[in-house]
Each structure stands twice: as C-alpha cells, then as structure tokens.
C-alpha cells in the first residue's frame, strides 16, 4: 500500500480544531486513522462542529483502501468525551420555547447529525476502536459504544445520567439497553449510576482493557499489525492486538449489586417501586436512587417506555426513536430545566414539569413518543 507524504504523527487538518485528524504509518505501509476529540476544556463534550469533522473524515477513510483501522480518543486526563453540547442546546430551546415557536433548529440539527454519526460508526466495515479512558458520558458513549473495539482503563467513569437533566439515555442507548440484560439496563437508565472498567466489561459495553499509564500502548500495538486490507481478516487482527495488551488491575463490579429480579414492566411508578427497594444494599445502588429521586419524573417515564420498547428493535429503528422523543424533550419544557438548575444557574433545584412520579399522566409520557412531523428525518437509514 502506497502512503502519501503527508501521513504521520502530525494532525492533517488545523491544529486548533475540535477534532484533530491522524493518519499514523504502519509498518506495514497500511495506515491507522485517529480522530482525537479537542474541547479539553468541555471535557471534549460533543459538537455539531465535532460531528461535522467526524463524519466526512470517516466516509473518506472508510473509502480510503490504505486505511485499515480508525481509532478514536480524546484529548486530555480527564475524559474521553463527557457528553453533548448542553450549553448550546439550552441556548436554541430557550429561544423556542419563549418564542412559542422554532426560531433556532440547532436542537434538531444536533440530535439528527450526532444520531447519524452514531449509527454510522455502528455500521462502519472496517475496524473501529474507541478508547475509553475517564469521563464516557451521554454523547460521548453513543460515540464510543459505536465502535467495534471498546477500550476501558481503571479510571473509565461511564454513565448515562440524562434523567438529572430532564433528557433520557440516547445518542445509540436504546440499542445498548435493549441488548443488556432487564434488570441492569433498568437500573443504569433509570438511575444514571456510573459504571466502571469491570461494569463495561461484564457488560459487553467494554470489549478490552489497558491500563491508564499504557494507553499509548494501543496506538503502538495498531502500527505493529500487518494489515492485510480484507475487513474480515483486519477484524481478527485488531482483536488479536488489543488481546495481547497488558490489562490492569480493576476495581470490583458494582452491577453484581443489582439483583435480577429487576424489571422495566409495569408502570412507572412500579419500576420506581422495585428499584427503591434495593436501598441499604451498597453506597453505590444508595447513590443511584438518591439520584432518581431527584431526577426528572418526565425522564425517568420515557426511561421507562424506551426499556420496553428496546428489546428487539433494529439498530436504525432505535435511532428513528430516539430522533422522536428528543425532538419531543426540545419541545417540553424539563430539559431546558433541568440543564438551568445543573448546568447554568447550578442552584441544583429544578422545577420539573410534574413533582414526581405519583402526579406524572401517563399522557404526558405518551407525548415524548408521537413523532411531530409525517416523516422521520432519519427515514433513510438501513
């Protein structure tokens, strides 16, 4: 495989950009693709300018015949990606909701571009590998759960917390969900607790683990491959390098905390019902329900109707979902709530729509999954 002059350890695009793009030479002549999120200081949060740096970027490399393998990182100690761009969706629904009207479609642009990019990774042919260190949260686990290789370290924090922020687990969640066992997936989205290195990896959310001080480690191992530039054959081998990575010493799993009896059937209030019966079991479960008793009765509603929907769902048909009651949580008023009291104001007391779970209408949840327009903007993905 010829190489261009170009391909190396420098970016290949503006060294100031929200995604630095990487074209490492092999030793084999074939080349390995990175994309390394730069927003260090949002904890690499996702935005619609990172997603339009992502998406040409891995068309090209996808077409590319030298590129073998695309790795995606993150800039920094702290986090490989924290989630979205709360602030600037909180900007645009602010506006709408006090015009009475859409004035700003950022809100929509966003969740269509950034559920494209997910299923696109989803589906890319040629390996992907997502390395996981710190902070894995909201869109940036639909960025990292959509590879096909999942490094995890002994510091990964992995979370879908979107219950606090009046939102729900999204950005590819409901295919996560629905492909975890009932009672684990109904605790972590209705609670939002952190999961850790041994979590995902019981899960199946993380497929290998390194440890922090050797991430580079899987970069290296990556260029010491001999690409044969086949797919299938490309697949066994980036599975046999991360395999034969030194792995570190990770904390216990805390899902074994949750007991299988756990379900997503009934109503909302039930589910509630079962999971605060779980209180006294472990600092950890206690810290997930204090977070769900605080949380968003709107969210942890839809929560519930994603977990009963999930099982079974296409992978493109979770996106259409999820392209629905996002557009829905837009035009509701306790997303922009909730992302007020957390994020903006941060006096941490957000006046959600219903108080709590007892005077939530059922009809209210429904609402969040009526599509509000005759066609899905992603009626064309297969």
């Known amino acids: 495989m010829a190489v261009s002059a170009h391909r190396g350890t420098q970016p290949i695009n503006d060294l100031n950009a929200q995604v630095l793009l990487f074209e490492h030479r092999t030793a084999s002549g074939a080349v390995v693709a990175e994309a390394r999120l730069n927003s260090e200081r949002t904890l690499n949060a996702l935005s619609l300018d990172m997603i339009h740096i992502l998406k040409p970027a891995l068309e090209r490399w996808r077409d590319d015949p030298d590129v073998a393998v695309v790795l995606l990182t993150g800039t920094g100690e702290r986090a490989f990606s924290a989630g979205g761009d709360i602030q600037a969706l909180y900007r645009a629904i602010s506006r709408n909701l006090q015009s009475n009207r859409v004035v700003d479609d950022y809100p929509f642009r966003f969740f269509e ?69 009932a009672h684990w997936g109904t605790f972590l989205a209705a609670t939002g607790s952190h999961m850790n290195a041994a979590d995902a990896l019981l899960l199946g959310l993380g497929t290998h683990a390194v440890a922090v001080e050797h991430r580079a480690a899987v970069l290296a191992a990556l260029q010491g491959v001999d690409w044969r530039g086949d797919a299938e054959a490309d697949h066994g081998l980036t599975e046999a390098a991360l395999g034969a990575l030194p792995g570190p010493e990770l904390p216990a799993a805390q899902l074994l905390e949750v007991p299988d009896h756990i379900s997503p059937h009934g109503s909302v209030q039930e589910v509630a019902e079962q999971l605060k019966g779980l209180r006294g079991r472990s600092a950890w479960i206690d810290r997930g329900l204090d977070a769900l008793a605080g949380g968003c009765p709107t969210s942890v509603g839809i929560v519930v109707e994603q977990l009963k929907r999930a099982p079974g769902m296409a992978l493109a048909d979770t996106f259409r979902l999820e392209m629905v009651v996002a557009t829905q949580c837009a035009h509701h008023p306790d997303f922009r709530e909730g992302v007020r009291a957390l994020i903006i104001d941060k006096d941490n007391r957000p006046q959600w729509r219903y108080a709590d779970l007892a005077a939530l209408p059922a009809s209210y949840v429904a609402e969040h999954f009526e599509p509000p327009w005759p066609r899905n903007p992603l009626a064309d993905l297969v």
């Open 113 to 181: 571009h950034e559920y494209r990019l997910d299923f696109q990774l989803h589906t890319f042919t040629k390996p992907v590998i997502s390395l996981g260190h710190g902070i894995v949260m909201g869109g940036g686990l639909g960025v990292f759960s959509g590879a096909r290789y999942r490094v995890v370290t002994e510091k990964s924090r992995i979370a879908m917390p979107e219950i606090t922020i009046g939102l729900f687990p999204d950005a590819g969640a409901t295919w996560l969900l629905g492909q975890m066992p």
